[in-house]
């Protein structure tokens, strides 16, 4: 008999939603069939790369090929989920019951690729297979992370009533890092309207193909800056960026209807340029970032709009303009939701 978790006081006062009647995905034979047929499919399909990957890594570093933690499946049963190793090999005791920060300089030479595209979760298929997870369904939690950031969050329990996928559905609309409360609510959205064997084969083609792009991107990107040497200076910033070719900055707290342009930014600092007689206060000041933007994987744009507190730390002559400063400020999102927002329209760090 598989440990289960404990549960907080907070869960048996407050029950967790169920489905709905138009719950129709199979947790039974029928779904164990079809997972077994697509997972071993999938499998075939990219078995050149189970003989392609594994040398790579090995050629980076020598060690491990594969990598396996416990995460927790349906109804909190713990189980081994299977992937390519992308972190140094004791990368787990430097993490321990956190995430994965952007300084920390675990990854692999070759590991900063693989996560990128996605295809260090390869080896899930054979989870899809054994029945420990579904193709589509809630990405599993580690029971450290649960216990520390997820348990208190409303309906968050809920992804425990149907076994975990290889494939989340938050994983697919929300940048990697998105506060676990926006994942949990796309999560039970997903759970609790769309559980139906159709939408999830629906999701499963767009995921395929929304990797198969990415992947291709990724590999021209870095084909492309290795033919060019090129070297990345700043190694606070991403690596992958949209360019802020409309983004314009307004100070909340001033008076004046004038706005600065953005000229770059990443997850922690913002570039301006202001005209002549502007220039942000050396306290901390309230900014409005905007542009005009679509989502990343297309459609109507509208106006994004992100609010973050900021603090002014260096300025320079605009190169070539005269009267016109630039100023670096330090940012930080003023609400989680503002961050998902800088995340999801300002910097190019979601799946599709």
Same mark, same amino acid.
């Given at each position: 008999?598989?440990?289960?978790?404990?549960?907080?006081?907070?869960?048996?006062?407050?029950?967790?939603?169920?489905?709905?009647?138009?719950?129709?995905?199979?947790?039974?034979?029928?779904?164990?069939?079809?997972?077994?047929?697509?997972?071993?499919?999938?499998?075939?399909?990219?078995?050149?790369? =189970?003989? $392609? *990957?594994?040398?790579?890594?090995?050629?980076? %570093?020598?060690?491990?090929?594969? &990598?396996?933690?416990?995460? !927790? /499946?349906?109804?909190?049963?713990?189980?081994?989920?299977?992937?390519?190793?992308?972190?140094?090999?004791?990368?787990?005791?430097?993490?321990?019951?956190?995430?994965?920060?952007?300084?920390?300089?675990?990854?692999?030479?070759?590991?900063?690729?693989?996560?990128?595209?996605?295809?260090?979760?390869?080896?899930?298929?054979?989870?899809?297979?054994?029945?420990?997870?579904?193709?589509?369904?809630?990405?599993?939690?580690?029971?450290?992370?649960?216990?520390?950031?997820?348990?208190?969050?409303?309906?968050?329990?809920?992804?425990?009533?149907?076994?975990?996928?290889?494939?989340?559905?938050?994983?697919?609309?929300?940048?990697?890092?998105?506060?676990?409360?926006?994942?949990?609510?796309?999560?039970? =959205?997903? $759970? *609790?309207?769309?559980?139906?064997?159709?939408? %999830?084969?629906?999701?499963?083609? &767009?995921?395929?193909?929304? !990797? /198969?792009?990415?992947?291709?991107?990724?590999?021209?990107?870095?084909?492309?800056?290795?033919?060019?040497?090129?070297?990345?200076?700043?190694?606070?910033?991403?690596?992958?960026?949209?360019?802020?070719?409309?983004?314009?900055?307004?100070?909340?707290?001033?008076?004046?209807?004038?706005?600065?342009?953005?000229?770059?930014?990443?997850?922690?600092?913002?570039?301006?340029?202001?005209?002549?007689?502007?220039?942000?206060?050396?306290?901390?000041?309230?900014?409005?970032?905007?542009?005009?933007?679509?989502?990343?994987?297309?459609?109507?744009?509208?106006?994004?709009?992100?609010?973050?507190?900021?603090?002014?730390?260096?300025?320079?002559?605009?190169?070539?303009?005269?009267?016109?400063?630039?100023?670096?400020?330090? *940012?930080?999102?003023?609400?989680?939701?503002?961050?998902?927002?800088?995340?999801? &329209?300002?910097?190019?760090?979601?799946?599709?």
């Amino acid at each position: 008999m598989h440990a289960q978790v404990p549960r907080s006081p907070a869960e048996h006062v407050a029950p967790q939603p169920r489905f709905s009647g138009g719950y129709r995905k199979l947790n039974t034979l029928t779904g164990l069939v079809l997972n077994i047929l697509v997972g071993t499919l999938l499998l075939i399909c990219t078995a050149p790369l =189970f003989v $392609l *990957i594994p040398i790579a890594i090995k050629l980076a %570093d020598g060690g491990p090929v594969f &990598y396996s933690s416990i995460r !927790l /499946g349906r109804h909190k049963r713990p189980f081994a989920m299977y992937k390519f190793r992308t972190l140094k090999p004791d990368a787990d005791r430097i993490i321990g019951a956190t995430l994965l920060g952007r300084g920390q300089r675990l990854e692999t030479p070759i590991g900063h690729f693989l996560r990128e595209t996605r295809i260090d979760e390869l080896p899930q298929l054979v989870n899809v297979i054994k029945g420990d997870m579904d193709l589509i369904g809630p990405r599993p939690e580690r029971p450290e992370i649960y216990e520390r950031l997820c348990r208190d969050i409303p309906g968050y329990d809920l992804r425990f009533q149907t076994r975990p996928g290889l494939i989340g559905y938050a994983q697919l609309f929300t940048p990697h890092g998105s506060p676990k409360r926006i994942r949990s609510l796309i999560d039970s =959205f997903y $759970l *609790i309207r769309n559980q139906r064997i159709g939408n %999830d084969l629906q999701l499963l083609a &767009y995921a395929l193909w929304a !990797l /198969g792009l990415r992947f291709l991107r990724t590999l021209l990107t870095a084909l492309r800056q290795r033919l060019r040497r090129k070297r990345v200076r700043d190694e606070r910033r991403l690596r992958e960026r949209i360019a802020p070719d409309n983004g314009l900055v307004w100070f909340e707290d001033d008076v004046q209807a004038c706005a600065c342009t953005l000229v770059d930014l990443n997850d922690e600092a913002v570039l301006i340029r202001c005209p002549p007689g502007r220039q942000p206060p050396a306290r901390l000041v309230r900014l409005r970032l905007e542009r005009h933007a679509s989502h990343p994987g297309g459609g109507t744009r509208k106006r994004r709009v992100v609010r973050c507190e900021a603090q002014l730390t260096m300025q320079r002559p605009s190169p070539g303009l005269d009267g016109y400063h630039d100023y670096v400020l330090q *940012i930080r999102p003023a609400t989680p939701l503002n961050a998902f927002k800088l995340q999801k &329209y300002f910097l190019l760090s979601s799946l599709c």
